[in-house]
């Protein structure tokens, strides 16, 4: 569970974010007034004034976009200098990880190959190997 926790579902929420604020009414930064208590009564002028300025929304978003992208240093997870695993029970091991990681990345990419709205968030290939942002 921690190592699910500190990569793959780090990584999901992590990186999805941006994605998901883009349209800025699914998580306003501020509102300026209480959200609407019952569908279809609110006028498209009442709804507008409850969004928040466009300075915080611009600061979160550059926030999220800076969040988002890949750190320099990116290394995949299940990927780690050839010197800390030098034996050969954990050589094996760690090729036994890295061969199921890309049949995982494969799943994933002919699952999603017919989407029009592809999750790739929890594909291996594009989790970091630890919570480094």
């Known amino acids: 569970m921690v190592i699910f926790s500190c990569s793959a579902l780090h990584s999901a929420v992590n990186f999805s974010q941006l994605e998901f604020n883009l349209w800025m009414p699914n998580s306003p930064p501020t509102m300026p007034q ?5 569908k279809g009564t609110v006028t498209e002028a009442e709804l507008l004034s409850r969004l928040p ?19 320099p240093g990116y290394v995949p997870l299940g990927q780690y200098p050839k010197y800390l695993f030098t034996e050969g029970s954990p050589q094996r091991l760690l090729g036994e990880l890295q061969t199921e990681l890309k049949a995982l990345s494969a799943e994933i990419t002919e699952r999603n190959s017919g989407l029009e709205l592809p999750y790739l968030y929890l594909s291996p290939e594009l989790i970091e190997n630890s919570v480094a942002i």
């Open 53 to 71: 300025p466009i300075n915080a929304t611009c600061s979160v978003l550059t926030t999220l976009t800076l969040l988002s992208h890949r750190a």
């Open 34 to 38: 209480p959200p609407p208590t019952a």
